[in-house]
């Protein structure tokens, strides 16, 4: 299994609250992603990095901002959370030059 | 809009028979094709893929079709076997991009 960590596991807030989200990679790998699972809406590219503090956006971005400082972690933030941003969020990461996407095992996000 | 759209939601097949699971994209400049497994609780994982430079890929029981002028994909599992059930996500990347877009998943059921 690829090294990816993410933390926590499992987290209900209350809308409004900041939210933060944590991948940790083992791998040196230099591509970093976050995705979100809703159903019926597959998996949607939130924000991917590729490269230390090299961020972009992807299709649903609008609420959520990234940071990466190191190689192996890159940080998902709720500013505000907002019940529409319940999900499971999965990170994932990629070595590039077209290889496949390694992911992890999820964060189970609920906004009360 | 969707760049990458699978329109089956659900697909149930006998144990032993074939499973064919579609893909369709609307981005001419997708050229790196992947299909991903996930089970419940766990993340996906990475499954088959193809190059636009290719219009099969074989690995075991899984075989990915490429249709480039229809812009289709499609994944043959033979035989199916009730380990298989899982939802399946096609991804689709412009090469050397990095960024992957998803479908929504199609929930594959093999029945003994």
């Known amino acids: 299994d690829a090294g990816i960590t993410q933390s926590p596991r499992h987290k209900v807030t209350e809308t409004g609250t900041p939210v933060t989200l944590r991948c940790h990679q083992t791998?040196?790998?230099?591509?970093m992603y976050w995705y979100r699972q809703d159903p019926g809406h597959g998996l949607r590219l939130i924000h991917y990095?590729?490269?230390?503090?090299?961020?972009d956006k992807g299709e649903v971005s609008d609420g959520y901002s990234v940071s990466r400082s190191k190689t192996e972690d890159f940080l998902l933030t709720l500013e505000s959370a907002t019940s529409s941003q319940t999900s499971v969020y999965f990170c994932?990461?990629?070595?590039?030059?077209?290889?496949?996407?390694?992911f992890g095992s999820g964060t189970q996000l609920s906004v009360l | 809009d969707q760049q990458v759209k699978q329109n089956s939601p659900s697909l149930s097949v006998q144990e032993g028979r074939i499973s064919i699971l579609n893909c369709d994209y609307t981005?001419?400049?997708?050229?790196?094709f992947l299909w991903y497994k996930k089970y419940p609780a766990e993340g996906p994982t990475f499954l088959i893929s193809?190059?636009?430079?290719?219009d099969k890929n074989e690995d075991g029981r899984f075989t990915v079709f490429l249709n480039k002028s229809a812009k289709h994909l499609s994944l043959h599992i033979v035989p199916s076997q009730p380990g298989d059930s899982a939802v399946y996500f096609c991804a689709a990347s412009p090469y050397n991009f990095n960024k992957f877009y998803f479908g929504s998943g199609t929930k594959l059921n093999v029945k003994p």
């Open positions: 791998e040196n790998h230099r591509y």
């Open positions: 193809i190059s636009s430079i290719k």
């Open positions: 994932a990461i990629s070595s590039g030059g077209a290889e496949k996407l390694f």
């Open positions: 981005n001419s400049m997708f050229d790196y």
């Open positions: 990095s590729y490269g230390v503090k090299d961020t």
